[in-house]
């Protein structure tokens, strides 16, 4: 992340400028189709959110973005949905997290660790490497990218498995987020239905919110909690790991040293700081700290950051790294995908919720 390098941040303004730049345009065409929308046809079918990753993919696809943008575009990529989320956070109360229950709590912590089983096993059938398997597997169950950046200096993931594993969950994430709620309205769920099967199969947090915001508030809610279940299932996984590494190592030591390799993990990687703050502003609604006066002008902040970050999402979005990055990995991930929103859907009916 831009703002995590140590440089101060009115230094990193005049570089953000032309990716912010590019951004709002992109913006500002999805706001004018979604405009137009209302215009012809009397109602928006497709939500600005949306609209913004698919023309954002779509000049993506035809030109790339030339050197001096992409620090904005990172920017608003990944530190303007972060804020996002914390600024959500505020449209949270305990109540609500109490609402949705044990047992749908403690079914999503089930379903990440049966996700990583799942596709780490579909990743070796398919003859993947070990770590690139495990790449996979845990950003398919947790994260998508921040999890594969997270858990791949804890298993000493090589850069190649690395930019493999995360181009295909760019891609696919972005499907997901245009298809899921189709598939929401196939099935005719409910608000809260669709809100945890977001919550239980899209990959980012953020884009949780563009999967759930055109739906409604309540699906929103429902999909965030959901969604930070999993987020908060990767400081134990990453530990896991470290502690299956250091095992594995034991066995079979330096060569040089004959002592095992040790590697620490940075703290940032367990619990992201955006968790904390959207787990720190629901504590603020929980025990009416924030102004009510504020909380419509926060959801609103809150869902225009989100579509600027999804223009940058759509930009930074190369359907082409598909075709490069091999089918027996494409295999993989889709069929984990495809496989998680069976177990979810299967947890939703289970539990019978309304």
Not at 299 to 311: E, F, G, K, Y
């Amino acid at each position: 992340m831009i703002l995590a390098r140590g440089a101060p941040v009115l230094s990193l303004i005049p570089r953000l400028i032309p990716g912010l730049i590019a951004c709002a345009a992109v913006t500002a065409a999805a706001l004018a189709v979604q405009a137009l929308e209302l215009r012809l046809l009397g109602r928006g079918w497709i939500d600005a959110i949306v609209l913004a990753i698919l023309i954002g993919a779509a000049v993506r696809s035809a030109w790339t973005p030339p050197a001096a943008l992409r620090p904005g575009i990172e920017f608003s990529a990944r530190t303007l949905l972060e804020i996002a989320v914390v600024l959500l956070g505020a449209s949270v109360s305990a109540a609500t997290v109490m609402a949705i229950g044990p047992g749908l709590l403690a079914g999503t912590a089930l379903i990440v660790a049966a996700a990583i089983g799942v596709s780490y096993g579909l990743g070796r059938l398919l003859r993947l490497p070990r770590r690139m398997a495990v790449l996979i597997a845990c950003g398919n169950a947790i994260c998508g990218n921040s999890a594969i950046a997270a858990v791949a200096p804890v298993i000493d993931a090589d850069a190649e498995d690395v930019s493999a594993a995360i181009a295909f969950t760019a891609v696919l994430g972005v499907v997901v987020v245009l298809a899921l709620p189709l598939l929401g309205v196939a099935l005719g769920m409910s608000g809260v239905q669709y809100g945890v099967l977001a919550g239980l199969t899209v990959y980012a947090v953020p884009q949780v919110l563009a999967a759930t915001m055109p739906v409604g508030a309540v699906a929103t809610q429902a999909g965030t909690l959901i969604k930070l279940v999993r987020v908060l299932m990767l400081g134990p996984v990453c530990l896991a790991l470290a502690l299956a590494v250091a095992l594995r190592r034991r066995a079979a030591p330096d060569a040089a040293t004959g002592e095992p390799a040790r590697r620490a993990i940075p703290l940032r990687h367990l619990v992201p700081w955006f968790v904390i703050g959207f787990l720190l502003m629901m504590a603020a609604r929980s025990l009416e700290l924030i102004p009510v006066p504020a909380l419509p002008v926060m959801a609103q902040l809150a869902t225009a950051l989100t579509v600027i970050s999804m223009a940058a999402l759509g930009l930074s979005t190369d359907a082409r790294a598909v075709a490069r990055s091999g089918l027996r990995i494409a295999a993989v991930v889709t069929l984990s995908l495809l496989a998680l929103i069976a177990v979810a859907l299967g947890l939703i009916y289970l539990l019978a919720l309304a």
